[in-house]
């Protein structure tokens, strides 16, 4: 076997990319393997770490990122030394695996020392676990999924973390991960997305979220609907939880600071109102285990929270890329999560914070597109675009989509483009940027700017991120 490099580490994943297509990559038929058998036996050969460490367990269709990332934040500020794995990553494949390490220090809260050291997996050790384990996954037929959780599970029992906080691929069941034994198992929200996985109902998105609810472990859910709350407290019962909370239902310990802690946090997306809650309430259901006794300082748990991007190098979510030019991105790509996504960005025009808006959007070719569309703010400029996947719709298809839904609505199509790039759809966003921005008025001090605005896609801001770092002058 050839030794570590580099190069070799990069060829190495670049096999498991296209030998074993992700989601990210791939059309979903093609990628996602449902069914636990693989997993477990892959587990098994791996010496089953998961069951090495304590872990929690996040699913849900819109905001399981978010509640992970603050959830870790947390118990890392607690005195805990957390794993922490989610999908997709943005730029770097290694951002799906992460510790967080308990703070250096005893200073004060807020003190730079005092931040958990975040490590994501080595490449050293990525490399060295794909060419121990290659046999293994071509024996298994493993998917890229299972291949990396069984990967970060093995990293974080090599590593002795204390606790896992473990995000959900896609549904929950079925999903990959869902051979832990957790302390918490939490669902965010439900909302129709991925149906021809998952069901074309929310009472059937809910049963499959649900599927992570396990024998005398708690559950804790988000978010829920009149369809879904019923299928919920009967899963619940038939899994034989420890005992069901709806975070919406609750006063969470912390929630007389939330205002405080939303005004200063920097995820800075209204809706993380909702996750917020949810997270709290989490805290409050963990606090009466023992081992999570650390939770109980609220000075550094809302500290935790409030920094939980800077603290756990979190992306993706509402994150300013840019200030001049003004550029925002966010990976909400269902109508749930852009129908908050696109009234804040209007509300943002009519408070003055920008001047108007500049749309960079591309769409995956499964996504609700008819549901979209009408949530899409009328007064904004369009580039279509679509990023370097499979999966998605191509740019002029979605132009072509969205002038028809013009004509039958009635909207201006004035300021509509499409782009064949996404590095042609930025460098045009920001060039209009520059060609529209205004000094300030005598009756106001704010500089003019318009707003653009990346998104509907998480390949698309991917993408955008790594663009902009190459571009110049700006």
Known sequence: MEGYSLEN??????????????????PFGEAYKPGLEGMRE????????????????VAGTNGKGSVANMLASALAAAGLKVGLY???????????????????????????????SVELV????????????????EALGLSFFEITTGMAFRWFADE????????????????????????????????????ELLG?????????????????????????????????????????????????????????????????????GKYQSRNLRTVLSAVDILKGIPRYGGLCD????????????????????????????FIIADIGHNPAALALNFAQLEEMVAQGDCSSLIIVYAVMADKDLDGIMPLMPVNATYIF?????????????????????????????????????????????????????RKPSAASQKLAIPLIYVGGSTYLVSEAVQILKSLQGF
């Open 86 to 116: 989610t999908s997709p990553h943005i730029v770097d494949f290694r951002e799906r695996m992460r510790i967080a390490c308990p703070p250096a220090d005893e200073g004060p809260v807020g003190a730079a020392g005092r931040n958990p």
């Open 42 to 57: 892959f587990t098994r050969i791996l010496g089953d770490p998961q069951d090495s460490f304590h872990s929690i367990h």
């Open 160 to 195: 002795k973390v204390d606790v896992a906080v473990v995000e959900v691929g896609l549904g929950g069941r079925l999903d990959s991960t869902n051979i832990i034994i957790p302390d918490l198992s939490v669902v965010t929200s439900i909302a129709l997305d991925h149906c």
């Open 385 to 437: 675009t679509a990023p370097q996947t499979r999966r998605a719709l191509e740019g002029k298809e979605l132009l072509r989509r969205y002038l028809a839904f013009c004509d039958s609505s009635g909207r201006p199509k004035n300021r509509v483009y499409e782009a064949d790039s996404a590095r042609q759809a930025l460098t045009m966003a920001i060039s209009l940027a520059k060609q529209t921005a």
């Open 9 to 26: 580490y990069k060829k190495k994943l670049e096999k498991i990319f296209s030998r074993h297509p992700s989601v990210q990559a791939a």
């Open 298 to 325: 609220d000075g550094r748990t809302v500290e935790a929270i409030e920094n939980t991007a800077r603290r756990m190098e979190f992306h993706g979510r509402w994150e300013r890329l840019c200030q001049q030019p």
């Open 200 to 268: 074309h109902t929310l009472q059937e998105v809910a049963s499959e979220k649900a599927g992570i609810f396990k024998k005398g472990v708690p559950a804790l859910v988000g978010e829920a609907l009149g369809q879904t709350r019923p299928v919920f407290e009967s899963k619940a019962e038939d899994a034989g939880c420890a005992s069901l909370t709806f975070a919406e239902d609750s006063e969470p310990g912390l929630w007389h600071l939330s205002e405080r802690i939303l005004g200063r946090m920097d995820l800075r």
């Open 122 to 137: 080595p490449r050293e050790y990525v490399w060295s676990f794909l060419c121990d384990r290659e046999a293994d996954i």
